[in-house]
Nanobody, 114 residues
């Protein structure tokens, strides 16, 4: 059974940084794409960043220049480096793998507050 385990969330002050990790286990193969979504209270889930097998990346306009997505294929792990965090980045962050079915992590809370 495939499982995605996220880590790295927490409370950070505005302007700070966090690094999220998401590791897959359970025999996942042929991962086509990896991504991070987030959902703030009262809002719809939105795509934050994605990376495909060739390494190309995409970002939501709201995080461009501040967030960076990367992957370690050998470890079946995807990362999200978040810099210059803002209060509006506060949300539950979810990782997703497309292999080709979609597998979701359980979510990790990121809170940006002074």
């Amino acid at each position: 059974q495939v499982q995605l385990v996220e880590s790295g969330g927490g409370l950070v002050q505005p302007g700070g940084s966090l690094r999220l990790s998401c590791a897959a286990s359970g025999g996942i193969f042929s991962i086509n794409a990896m991504g991070w979504y987030r959902q703030a209270p009262g809002k719809e889930r939105e795509l934050v960043a994605s990376i495909i097998s060739g390494g190309s990346t995409k970002y939501a306009d709201s995080v461009k220049g501040r967030f960076s997505i990367s992957r370690d294929n050998a470890k079946n792990t995807v990362y999200l480096q978040m810099n210059s965090l803002k209060p509006e980045d506060t949300a539950v962050y979810y990782c997703v793998f497309a292999a080709p079915s979609a597998y979701w992590g359980q979510g990790t809370q990121v809170t940006v507050s002074s």
